[in-house]
């Protein structure tokens, strides 16, 4: 069953063409046999493709990962401005923040798999073997909360990762980081002076994925959203 809630939500797709997801996207994704869209994708690609903010609902396996990354690399091809290589403070358009470094690894295989062949360069984060990677040029950037080298905290206050042009924000498995103690850190980050604001002040677009509905997440969702959509499938 699925649930929507908001204003002016968007219509369901019903397959992949109906995305426009261009050649590049089209080829790697039948590269990789992704045909038809989950139910997941069927919803929220259409959602986020429409600049809207979303809270979804959604476990690991639903294909929540293709759900937010294919039309968020489909608008990064489109707007096609490289990243700046060889600068020491990357400013990625957008910023994946995961719980852990397994979620981060298949995150950013994903990304790495669906931008192939275009400019877009996705880096993983989590300890510190990523620097060298962050200065060949950082569009997505995937990464943890947490102490240690390499984790965005330390990123940040190293001056190797900015927020200053994170135009896409994604929060994913948001129970388990507010289960894991990471929500005042992310909190904080939200506040970070160069972090572009939410509408209407700013044009940041968050999306916020859970595996289960709490209220504590629902107060953070509208915290950190406008305007925004819910899904839930089950
Ligand atoms: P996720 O829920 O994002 O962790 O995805 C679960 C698995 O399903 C991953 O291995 C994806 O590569 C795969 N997957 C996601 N969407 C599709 C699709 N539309 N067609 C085929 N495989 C998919």
Request: net charge negative; glycine share 8%.
């Amino acid at each position: 069953t699925v649930f929507i809630s908001g204003e002016n939500h968007t219509m369901a797709m019903k397959t992949f063409a109906a995305a426009n997801l261009g050649p590049i996207l089209t080829d790697n994704m039948t590269r990789s046999g992704y045909r038809e869209p989950t139910l997941v994708q069927k919803h929220a690609i259409p959602m986020v493709a429409a600049g809207r903010d979303l809270i979804a609902w959604a476990r690991t396996g639903s294909g929540k990962t293709a759900a937010y990354l294919l039309p968020i690399v489909n608008k990064l091809i489109e707007n096609n401005n490289e990243a700046e290589t060889g600068e020491t403070m990357q400013a990625p358009k957008c910023v994946v923040i995961t719980p852990t470094r397994e979620l981060a690894i298949q995150t950013h295989d994903d990304a790495r798999k669906f931008a192939e062949g275009s400019m877009v360069k996705s880096v993983v984060a989590y300890d510190d073997t990523c620097v060298g990677q962050l200065q060949k040029g950082c569009d997505i950037l995937v990464t943890c909360p947490g102490p240690g080298p390499g984790k965005l905290p330390d990123l940040l206050e190293k001056g190797l990762v900015s927020f200053a042009n994170c135009k896409y924000l994604v929060l994913d498995e948001a129970n388990r980081m507010l289960e894991m103690g990471f929500m005042p850190e992310i909190e904080g980050m939200m506040e970070d002076p160069a972090m572009p604001k939410k509408a209407p002040e700013g044009n940041r677009q968050t999306l916020l994925f859970s595996s289960s509905s709490t209220d504590e997440i629902q107060e953070r969702a509208q915290e950190f959203l406008t305007d925004y959509l819910c899904l839930a499938i089950q």
